[in-house]
């Protein structure tokens, strides 16, 4: 796994920074697109407002010329009034009255009616025309050099004729010019009076002058900005607007020269468009970010949480649920890893195996939770010894494997931590809460390798082959892989072969001189080992029917030798009825009182119409039924399903009895004990040697036979070998007794010579 972790971080690290750089350019690319719209704006609300500010300029110029226009218009029309005044004046002095002066008339008019800020009377050169008061002749004073040159021009005309093309009007000069320091718009008109008006004062000029000005600042400012709608617009003599502000300059219509400036605040529609549209454009700029962050933010998170899910997916396909220990994929990796270590380093490594002993008891006994809680348990004090190199593996039900990486053949550090598991595993569990304590144990196969070993499945092989032997040792113990155990292996291959040779010949029913083979795989044979009653042990209640096989080569094999190869190579159900077919056949001789017990395995019930085939095969040979007893052993009671409890069920209603053999070596449950549709308890033979050996072989045997007294079952005790074990037997009240003292296991014409010979008399009905 570990050797996965940076491949997994490069991967996220990748899809990071695919990701947020794509996450990036949609940003961007946002960002740009906003950008543009910014520019597109400025650039559109500049030209709009040089356009706008193009309009006010050419507006207020062209309300300028209308002003000049109308000072052009009203002073024709002061000059024809101020005509028909002085014609009026000369009629009213003609018939001797005293009239209104049309001078005094004609600035009343100017001023009042006009709206103009100032109006002379003038002669030709420049002189007031009548008599002012002192703040007139003042104001005329002041502004009499700036005016004279428009009235000379006149002047000029007036005496060339030149105004003569037009009739109607009369000669006038309109000019903007800069009056009592003010913008101001002048005009200048000439007027008849060739006589003087009042008499004050006789000029030599034939002709006079009107003159009146507006000041453009002040009143006429006011109308044309309301007009125009210029805001806050002013007159400043200088350019001295604001930022924000434009100036239209006013040129003297004589010079050019500047005399003042309008100043106000333009309107630009561009500028009030850009104006709002950058706050919006900023709120999307600050959205997109904010999104891009939040988008990086979440990125990061489901990343995270995809490296999470991504690391426990990948951590449940390397291990195991229930211990959490590297399963066997992952043992692989590891042991191809530490092969590739040593042949770049050297050095050697050993692989342990390790299978639970009677593991499947425990489960089969208190159910796969309690199964499960002992795994765990059985985990856990292997971990509390082994280094954090090392590593241990399950590679299914109960079987471990267990590197250990940097172990040296010599020093013998790996055998001195695989006995230590023995010994920790061999002690007692405690199951459920503390209400079940159980034993187990657990056998090892080991094999050292190094960088020139064969590969991987050679070393797991031999590993294998070791445990093989170590489990055919009885159990609870170490074996190292050596190649001699290869030859045992061959050898178990070998009888396997044998064993299906043998097994066909009986099922094509040939006779040993019939079968024709090119080697002579030998034949089975069924031995008969007395049973005898306790009351009277010289005499016989039956025999337990225990099968052999003669080899050429290996001689009289026991069934221990044979009986696990049959079960391994799925042989058990022919074997078990070949003897059961040869057990009857021989038994249907003996005294009708005899029983024969027939040992059975599970995979022999668990086949269907079990009961059937044992009925018939009963029928063929002779034999009654309630002569038959079929022995299970107590792990054989808990392999079997529901079914293979019926077919029992119903076997024992045809009068076969059923008997519990090597009762205390499983799991003895008294609800087990009770459920059970058994006849008969058969004592093991470990807690019989116990008598004579051990205090408490006494009492252990002792309360066997007091809970099968009260479950109301018969008790037969096997492997009893000495007097004091049978004379014990015999006062603890058991049945029956079994065992070599008695009598010992042979063929089966040997024992039916024996019961003749000897002419001991069966007990019937034990
Ligand atoms: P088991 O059913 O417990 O059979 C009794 C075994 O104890 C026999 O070993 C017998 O020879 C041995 N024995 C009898 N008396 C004594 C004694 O006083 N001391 C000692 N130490 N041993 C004694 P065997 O014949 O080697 O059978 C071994 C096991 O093989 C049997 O144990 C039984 O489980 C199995 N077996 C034998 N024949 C068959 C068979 O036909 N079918 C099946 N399924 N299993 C069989
Ligand atoms: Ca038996
Ligand atoms: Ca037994």
Redesign the pocket.
């Known amino acids: 796994m570990f050797a996965h972790r940076p491949l997994r971080r490069l991967a996220i690290r990748v899809s990071w920074t695919s990701s947020s750089s794509l996450l990036l350019l949609l940003a961007i690319s946002g960002l740009a697109i906003l950008a543009l719209v910014f520019l597109a704006t400025v650039w559109a609300g500049k030209e709009s407002d040089a356009a706008a500010l193009d309009r006010q300029r050419s507006l207020v110029n062209s309300r300028l010329q209308d002003q000049v226009r109308r000072v052009s218009q009203d002073i024709q029309l002061m000059g024809a009034g101020f005509t028909s005044l002085q014609v009026a004046d000369s009629a009213s002095a003609a018939a001797g009255r005293a009239g209104v002066s049309s001078t005094e008339a004609f600035g009343k008019i100017a001023t009042t009616v006009f709206g103009y800020n100032a109006a002379f009377l003038v002669t030709a050169h420049g002189e007031l025309a009548l008599q002012s008061d002192a703040e007139t002749a003042r104001r005329f004073r002041w502004v009499r050099p700036l005016l004279q040159p428009m009235i000379s021009d006149l002047e000029a005309t007036q005496s060339s004729g030149s105004h003569l093309s037009n009739d109607d009007e009369k000669p006038s000069r309109v000019e903007l010019m800069r009056l009592e320091g003010r913008p101001s718009i002048a005009g200048v008109i000439a007027v008849a009076g060739s006589a003087p008006v009042d008499g004050a004062k006789i000029s030599d000029a034939k002709r006079l002058y009107l003159v009146a000005f507006r000041f453009l600042d002040g009143a006429t400012l006011d109308m044309l900005s309301r007009e125009q709608g210029l805001a806050r617009a002013r007159y400043a003599r200088t350019a001295d607007q604001e930022h924000n502000e434009v100036a239209f300059q006013i040129e003297a219509t004589a010079t050019g020269e500047p005399i003042g400036f309008i100043i106000w605040t333009p309107d630009l529609p561009g500028s009030r468009v850009i104006g709002r549209l950058v706050p919006v454009l900023s709120v999307a700029g600050l959205v997109i970010a904010v999104l891009f962050f939040a988008l990086m933010a979440r990125l990061r998170l489901s990343l995270s949480r995809l490296s999470a899910s991504e690391y426990n997916a990948r951590h449940l396909s390397l291990h195991d649920v229930l211990t959490g220990l590297p399963n066997r994929a992952m043992f692989a990796t590891r042991f191809q890893q530490c092969l590739g270590d040593l042949k770049l380093s050297g050095g050697s490594a050993v692989l342990a195996l390790i299978d639970l002993d009677k593991f499947k008891d425990v489960n089969d006994s208190y159910g796969h939770p309690a199964g499960d809680e002992l795994l765990r348990g059985v985990v856990a004090r292997m971990n509390a010894l082994i280094g954090a190199s090392d590593t241990l593996a399950r590679l299914g039900g109960d079987e471990f494997a267990l590197i250990l990486a940097g172990a040296n053949e010599a020093d013998g550090g790996h055998i001195v931590l695989c006995n230590k598991i023995i010994e920790a595993l061999s002690k007692p569990f405690e199951l459920r809460g503390g209400d079940t304590t159980v034993r187990i144990g657990c056998s090892i196969g080991i094999v050292s390798f190094n960088k020139t070993s064969d590969g991987e499945s050679e070393i797991f092989r031999r590993a294998d082959v070791a445990l093989y032997e170590a489990k055919s040792s009885g159990r609870g113990c170490l074996k190292e892989y050596q190649a001699s155990l290869d030859h045992r292996v061959e050898a178990r291959e070998s009888l396997k072969k044998d064993l299906r040779l043998v097994l066909q010949d009986r099922e094509f029913g040939l006779d040993e001189t019939e079968a024709f083979h090119f080697h002579d795989a030998g034949h089975l044979e069924v031995?008969f080992?007395g049973v005898h009653p306790a009351s009277d042990w010289d005499r016989l209640t039956g025999a337990?029917?225990?099968?052999r096989w003669r080899h050429p080569v290996h001689g009289l094999l026991?069934?221990?030798r044979f009986?696990p190869i049959a079960e391994e190579a799925d042989m058990?159900d022919q074997?078990?009825e070949w003897?059961l077919r040869n057990a009857a056949l021989a038994a249907a001789s003996w005294p009708p009182e005899m029983l024969l017990a027939?040992?059975?395995?599970p995979s022999q019930l668990r086949h269907r119409g079990f009961d059937n085939r044992v009925l018939s095969v009963l029928s063929e040979a002779g034999l009654t039924p309630s002569r038959l007893e079929l022995?299970l052993?107590e792990a054989a009671f808990f392999d079997i399903d529901e079914q293979a409890q019926a077919t029992l069920g119903r076997l024992r209603d045809h009068g076969v009895q059923i008997v519990l053999?090597?009762f205390g070596t499983g799991f003895s449950s008294l609800s087990h004990l009770i459920h059970l549709n058994i006849d008969r308890i058969k004592i093991d033979?470990s807690f019989v040697s116990l008598l004579g050996t051990k205090a408490e072989g006494a009492a252990i045997v002792s309360a066997i036979l007091g809970l099968s007294r009260t479950l109301g079952k018969a008790t037969t005790a096997?492997?009893?070998?000495t007097e004091g074990q049978r004379d014990f037997l015999i006062a603890a009240g058991c049945h029956d007794l079994?065992?070599?003292?008695l009598s010992?296991?042979v063929p089966s014409v040997e024992f039916s010579a024996s019961i003749l010979l000897a002419d001991k008399k069966p007990v019937a009905g034990r």
């Open positions: 031995f080992q337990e029917a225990l099968v026991s069934p221990d009986i058990m074997l078990g003897v027939v040992n059975v395995s022995e052993t053999d090597d033979r096997e492997g009893v070998e079994q065992g070599f003292l010992r296991p």
